[in-house]
């Protein structure tokens, strides 16, 4: 059973930079792709950002591109995810998620609070 923890959220001006992680335990996150997903308040949560197993294939969202960037350490166990020039419409839990096949979650995170000020 993987365990995946979130950290790096928090409170950021419009236009500041955070780098959030994704740390996993109880298991090897080389089998799987990882993602970060975020879920605004009164909205369905989202996909912003995926990489392959080996960091050689990246897709994003279009509120994403050229904005963030997603990143993995396999031999850390541990995926990040740089965000700059962030905007408030950019507030929300995220999430980094695990998977095998696109569209099926195997494991979730709990998530980190990501507010931007205006």
């Known amino acids: 059973q993987v365990q995946l923890v979130e950290s790096g959220g928090g409170l950021v001006q419009a236009g500041g930079s955070l780098r959030l992680s994704c740390a996993a335990s109880?298991?090897?996150?080389?089998?799987?792709?990882m993602g970060w997903f975020r879920q605004a308040p009164g909205r369905e949560r989202e996909f912003i950002t995926g990489?392959?197993?080996?960091?050689?294939?990246?897709y994003y969202a279009d509120s994403a591109k050229g904005r963030f960037t997603i990143s993995r350490d396999n031999a850390k166990n541990t995926v990040y995810l740089q965000m700059n020039s962030l905007k408030p419409e950019d507030t929300a839990v995220y999430f980094c998620?695990?998977?095998?096949?696109?569209?099926?979650?195997?494991?979730w995170g709990q998530g980190t609070q990501v507010t931007v000020s205006s």
């Open positions: 109880g298991g090897t996150l080389r089998r799987f792709s």
């Open positions: 998620a695990a998977y095998i096949v696109s569209h099926t979650v195997n494991y």
């Open positions: 990489i392959n197993w080996s960091g050689s294939s990246t």
